[in-house]
């Protein structure tokens, strides 16, 4: 005979809807979450030996990784007392059973576009300058998704925060009489953030929210959620493509949920 356990994961590869439908009915996910409750967060921070800075997120079984190397080049003619980066995320070709070797698919390419966007509204790149028309820095960005099980948005967000908030750059002076770069590794500096911003992703499933998705809850659901706001409650981002309508309070709890979840992260491991 079979365990309550065993035919209750029968009947979610039967029935997956209608298995989760008889969750949500009673306030509860498969997982055993409320719908408004993150699964386990950690954080460990200088896990790549090669990079200048990084971090990792493990976010329930999902696990992203950011690491940031920083190299000098010539300013860019248009911009010559700014530096720059570039960010570029990749799903591992076995992060989950739909992944597939080969170059950054959409979701990768769309999600590369995503973070590169939010850290244009916190990040100047004119302090990477070292001297004008001459010298700066560039920053590769680089995010791989090593597990998805949904909702690698929010680890995607805070592995690059993370990691930008340990970087530090050594002082570069020009020599006078030869022109070139003397680099001073005993003197370093942090790159200055203007805010911390924190991503909330929900999944939407019969008109129902559910806070950080599982892949699962992902697969069945609409088009997830994802507000972006700072640590002080700033809205930086709402983004949605497609799905069915959200009510005007849902969309309202939403904000005003994740304006609370980025000041409670930002408390827990950036302050």
């Not at 920083?70 to 530096?83: C, L, Q, R, S």
């Amino acid at each position: 005979m079979l365990s309550v356990e065993q035919l209750s994961r029968q009947i979610a590869d039967i029935c997956p809807e209608d298995h989760l439908k008889s969750f949500l009915q009673r306030d509860v996910r498969p997982d055993g979450r409320s719908l408004d409750e993150l699964r386990p967060l950690v954080l460990a921070k200088n896990v790549a030996p090669t990079a200048d800075s990084s971090a990792m997120i493990r976010l329930g079984n999902t696990k992203v990784i950011c690491g940031i190397t920083a190299e000098t080049i010539k300013p860019a003619a248009a911009t010559p007392k700014d530096g720059s980066f570039s960010v570029n995320f990749e799903f591992s070709s076995v992060c989950s059973p739909n992944a597939k070797a080969g170059p950054p698919n959409e979701v990768a390419q769309t999600m590369s576009i995503f973070l590169d966007g939010i850290l244009k509204q916190v990040f100047q790149t004119n302090q990477l300058c070292i001297e004008p028309d001459l010298l700066a820095w560039t920053l590769f960005i680089d995010v791989y998704c090593l597990e998805d099980d949904g909702n690698v948005t929010d680890a995607a967000m805070m592995s690059v925060i993370s990691s930008l908030r340990d970087l530090k750059l050594p002082e570069i002076t020009i020599d006078e009489e030869t022109a070139k770069p003397l680099v001073n590794l005993e003197k370093q500096s942090p790159v200055d953030l203007k805010m911390f911003p924190v991503s909330t992703t929900y999944g939407e499933f019969s008109g129902i929210l559910l806070l950080d998705p599982t892949a699962r809850e992902t697969e069945l659901g609409s088009s997830p959620i994802t507000v972006v706001c700072s640590e002080k409650g700033a809205l930086l981002c709402f983004n949605r493509s497609g799905g069915s309508p959200l009510s005007q309070e849902q969309v309202a709890a939403a904000i005003e949920n994740s304006k609370r979840r980025s000041s409670t992260i930002y408390d827990q491991y950036f302050a």
